[in-house]
C-alpha cells in the first residue's frame, strides 16, 4: 500500500514549504518536493494523473482515452473527521490480494470554498461536508467484474456510520448507478423516483433544478441515466387527458390538438 499526498497551491513553493513547516510538518516537505508550474499546466499534470505537465494538448484531445481498462467509482462526504476506528477498517478491506487496483482519495475542502453558500452553485457540499471520499477500483478483465464491483458497494456500506446522512452525499462527477437511475423503457421518471439521486448529488438545490429543467427542456429531450427530470408537463398532459376521458373518439382529434 501507498500514501500520495497532492496539492494545489497558489504561490511559490518557497512559501508553501514554510507555511506546511508550521502547519503539517509531519509530511517534512521540501522544496525538492514541489512542481512549479502555471494554472493552466497544473490541470495537465492532474489529466495526466500527475504523469508529466508537459503537453497541454492533453487539455484539448476528446478522443484519448486516460484508462483502458474497467472501473467503479463510488462516493461519500464526512461531515467531521474520520475517525480511526474508521481507518483502520478501511486499511483492512485493501488487503484482499485477489483485486487489481484499490484506491481511497481523500480531498479536504475548506478556506474560499466555505465562502461560498451551497445554494450559490448547483453543487452544495461546501462547508457542511469539509471532506469528499472517493472510493476507486480498476481492473482489466471482464471475468472479475463482480469482485471488484462488490469490494467497492461493500467499502461504501461499511462507511456508512462514518459520513454524511439525511440525505448521504455523492458526488456529481463521480456517477453511481447503484444509487438509481431513469426508466429505460421511456416511461418519465416521477420527482420522487429521481430525487433519491437528485438530493444526494444536489441536495436543497435539487428542487430549483427540478423547475429550471421543466422550463427549459419541458419534455426531457436532453437525459441519460441520472438526469435531472422534467415533471411539470408531464403532470399537466396527463391532468389535461384525464379530463378528456369522456370525448367522444368523433372530437379526440382536435382535444389531442388543443394539447
Same mark, same amino acid.
Given at each position: 500500500?501507498?500514501?500520495?499526498?497532492?496539492?494545489?497551491?497558489?504561490?511559490?513553493?518557497?512559501?508553501?514549504?514554510?507555511?506546511?513547516?508550521?502547519?503539517?510538518?509531519?509530511?517534512?516537505?521540501?522544496?525538492?518536493?514541489?512542481?512549479?508550474?502555471?494554472?493552466?499546466?497544473?490541470?495537465?499534470?492532474?489529466?495526466?494523473?500527475?504523469?508529466?505537465?508537459?503537453?497541454?494538448?492533453?487539455?484539448?484531445?476528446?478522443?484519448?482515452?486516460?484508462?483502458?481498462?474497467?472501473?467503479?467509482?463510488?462516493?461519500?462526504?464526512?461531515?467531521?473527521?474520520?475517525?480511526?476506528?474508521?481507518?483502520?477498517?478501511?486499511?483492512?478491506? %485493501?488487503?484482499? #490480494?485477489?483485486?487489481?487496483?484499490?484506491?481511497?482519495?481523500?480531498?479536504?475542502?475548506?478556506? &474560499? @470554498?466555505?465562502?461560498? *453558500?451551497?445554494?450559490?452553485?448547483?453543487?452544495?457540499?461546501?462547508?457542511?461536508?469539509?471532506?469528499?471520499?472517493?472510493?476507486?477500483?480498476?481492473?482489466?478483465?471482464?471475468?472479475?467484474?463482480?469482485?471488484?464491483?462488490?469490494?467497492?458497494?461493500?467499502?461504501?456500506?461499511?462507511?456508512?456510520?462514518?459520513?454524511?446522512?439525511?440525505?448521504?452525499?455523492?458526488?456529481?462527477?463521480?456517477?453511481?448507478?447503484?444509487?438509481?437511475?431513469?426508466?429505460?423503457?421511456?416511461?418519465?421518471?416521477?420527482?420522487?423516483?429521481?430525487?433519491?439521486?437528485?438530493?444526494?448529488?444536489?441536495?436543497?438545490?435539487?428542487?430549483?433544478?427540478?423547475?429550471?429543467?421543466?422550463?427549459?427542456?419541458?419534455?426531457?429531450? %436532453?437525459?441519460? #441515466?441520472?438526469?435531472?427530470?422534467?415533471?411539470?408537463?408531464?403532470?399537466?398532459?396527463?391532468? &389535461? @387527458?384525464?379530463?378528456? *376521458?369522456?370525448?367522444?373518439?368523433?372530437?379526440?382529434?382536435?382535444?389531442?390538438?388543443?394539447?
Amino acid at each position: 500500500m501507498k500514501a500520495s499526498f497532492f496539492s494545489l497551491f497558489l504561490g511559490e513553493a518557497a512559501e508553501l514549504v514554510s507555511l506546511m513547516a508550521k502547519a503539517f510538518p509531519e509530511l517534512e516537505l521540501t522544496k525538492e518536493d514541489c512542481l512549479e508550474m502555471s494554472w493552466v499546466e497544473s490541470m495537465a499534470f492532474s489529466a495526466s494523473v500527475f504523469v508529466s505537465a508537459e503537453s497541454l494538448e492533453l487539455l484539448l484531445d476528446r478522443t484519448t482515452q486516460l484508462s483502458n481498462g474497467r472501473y467503479k467509482i463510488k462516493s461519500d462526504y464526512a461531515t467531521e473527521p474520520i475517525s480511526e476506528t474508521a481507518l483502520n477498517g478501511i486499511w483492512e478491506r %485493501f488487503k484482499i #490480494e485477489e483485486l487489481e487496483t484499490l484506491q481511497l482519495v481523500l480531498i479536504p475542502f475548506g478556506g &474560499k @470554498m466555505n465562502e461560498i *453558500s451551497e445554494t450559490d452553485t448547483p453543487n452544495p457540499h461546501r462547508a457542511r461536508h469539509p471532506i469528499h471520499i472517493g472510493y476507486y477500483a480498476t481492473w482489466h478483465r471482464p471475468d472479475a467484474d463482480s469482485r471488484h464491483l462488490e469490494w467497492t458497494r461493500e467499502l461504501h456500506d461499511y462507511m456508512t456510520p462514518f459520513v454524511s446522512k439525511s440525505p448521504r452525499a455523492a458526488y456529481i462527477n463521480n456517477k453511481d448507478l447503484d444509487i438509481g437511475r431513469n426508466n429505460e423503457d421511456g416511461i418519465p421518471t416521477s420527482y420522487e423516483e429521481a430525487s433519491i439521486w437528485g438530493h444526494q448529488y444536489f441536495g436543497i438545490n435539487f428542487e430549483r433544478l427540478v423547475e429550471v429543467k421543466t422550463k427549459a427542456d419541458p419534455f426531457n429531450f %436532453f437525459r441519460h #441515466e441520472q438526469s435531472i427530470p422534467s415533471v411539470a408537463p408531464i403532470r399537466g398532459i396527463q391532468a &389535461k @387527458m384525464a379530463s378528456y *376521458s369522456d370525448v367522444s373518439y368523433e372530437t379526440m382529434p382536435s382535444a389531442m390538438q388543443y394539447l
